[in-house]
């Protein structure tokens, strides 16, 4: 497995359940990751196909649900929320999906997870190394180097790289959407807002146990990761305009990421990267949706692995 963001660590977890060894490689891991910086509300969110995504998204928001109820320390929570519209529309074809699901002239509300990232991430890694899985941390994975991989003793190879498969799959479809997000003091907020009108400049406000993550920014073809103060103004005026007790609450941090979107998420059986190299499975250009598609698109690579 190369890639340590959500999807790989989510995909590595299922592969232990089917009891595979793994091996996972990443050049970053936790807090350096984009995933790190997801404000990580179930959402599907710069993605497709929209068939194969509503099939992942059902699924996973099946396994948060489950985990929110059962497992508070894996940082999962249940919330009500509202999404709101500028004109009149037909709701998202995965309204069937979700619970408390409910239209109004301004748009609808539904329950949907929220993954507190600072707390999910760390605790899906356990789960890898708990269940016998390996993580290492710091390797420059390249085209060049892949071929070694035969030599950890491993039977395939599955690339959960996001961004970074733009140059280790060759796949120059792979592009940078940018997300800049203001971390604030949780001021007794329980219900996340959305407001997606303007597609380069969605706000977003999501409530976590600690802070709650205001947003934030879509810019295609950014590459620079330096936050922006005049953005981080923006963002907050628009927050507040949803949310007015934004106004008020204490900035605790400023993060930006780099979503990886592609024209369709790649989920396939793939030619090797190099000459006798190991069987190859793709799994990456998940948007802004690493997390609500992570369990869906688990289970179809396990099952791709166990026809290999």
């Known amino acids: 497995m190369i890639g340590a963001g959500v999807v790989g660590l989510t995909l590595a977890r299922r592969l232990l359940t089917d009891g595979h060894d793994v091996l996972v490689l990443a050049a970053a891991g936790g807090t350096d990751t984009t995933s790190s910086v997801a404000a990580a509300l179930w959402y599907p969110y710069l993605v497709a196909p929209a068939h194969d995504t509503r099939w992942w998204g059902r699924r996973t928001y099946v396994v948060l649900g489950e985990l929110a109820r059962t497992t508070p320390e894996a940082g999962v929570d249940m919330r009500h929320g509202h999404e709101h519209v500028g004109v009149p529309q037909d709701p998202p074809d995965w309204h069937e999906d979700v619970a408390g699901f409910r239209s109004s002239a301004h748009g609808w509300s539904f329950d949907s997870p929220v993954a507190d990232m600072s707390l999910y991430l760390p605790w899906l890694a356990e789960q890898v190394t708990t269940a016998g899985g390996r993580i290492e941390v710091g390797h420059e994975v390249s085209p060049q180097t892949l071929p070694a991989a035969r030599d950890l003793g491993q039977d395939a190879?599955?690339?959960?790289?996001?961004?970074?498969?733009?140059?280790?799959?060759?796949?120059?479809?792979?592009?940078?959407?940018?997300?800049?997000?203001?971390?604030?003091?949780?001021?007794?907020?329980?219900?996340?807002?959305?407001?997606?009108?303007?597609?380069?400049?969605?706000?977003?406000?999501?409530?976590?146990?600690?802070?709650?993550?205001?947003?934030?920014?879509?810019?295609?073809?950014?590459?620079?990761?330096?936050?922006?103060?005049?953005?981080?103004?923006?963002?907050?005026?628009?927050?507040?305009?949803?949310?007015?007790?934004?106004?008020?609450?204490?900035?605790?941090?400023?993060?930006?990421?780099?979503?990886?979107?592609?024209?369709?998420?790649?989920?396939?059986?793939?030619?090797?990267?190099?000459?006798?190299?190991?069987?190859?499975?793709?799994?990456?250009?998940?948007?802004?949706?690493?997390?609500?598609?992570?369990?869906?698109?688990?289970?179809?690579?396990?099952?791709?692995?166990?026809?290999l």
């Open 157 to 307: 190879l599955v690339l959960a790289t996001g961004l970074g498969s733009r140059h280790l799959a060759a796949d120059p479809t792979v592009r940078p959407v940018r997300g800049q997000v203001v971390l604030v003091e949780q001021m007794g907020l329980d219900e996340w807002h959305l407001d997606g009108s303007d597609a380069e400049v969605p706000t977003y406000v999501v409530p976590r146990r600690d802070v709650v993550v205001c947003g934030g920014t879509a810019l295609g073809d950014r590459w620079d990761t330096a936050p922006e103060p005049a953005t981080t103004t923006d963002i907050l005026r628009r927050c507040a305009e949803l949310v007015p007790a934004v106004a008020d609450a204490r900035v605790v941090d400023v993060r930006v990421g780099l979503r990886p979107v592609r024209p369709a998420v790649r989920l396939e059986r793939a030619d090797a990267l190099g000459p006798g190299d190991l069987p190859l499975i793709t799994c990456y250009g998940h948007g802004g949706a690493g997390v609500t598609l992570s369990w869906g698109c688990a289970d179809d690579v396990a099952g791709m692995v166990a026809d």
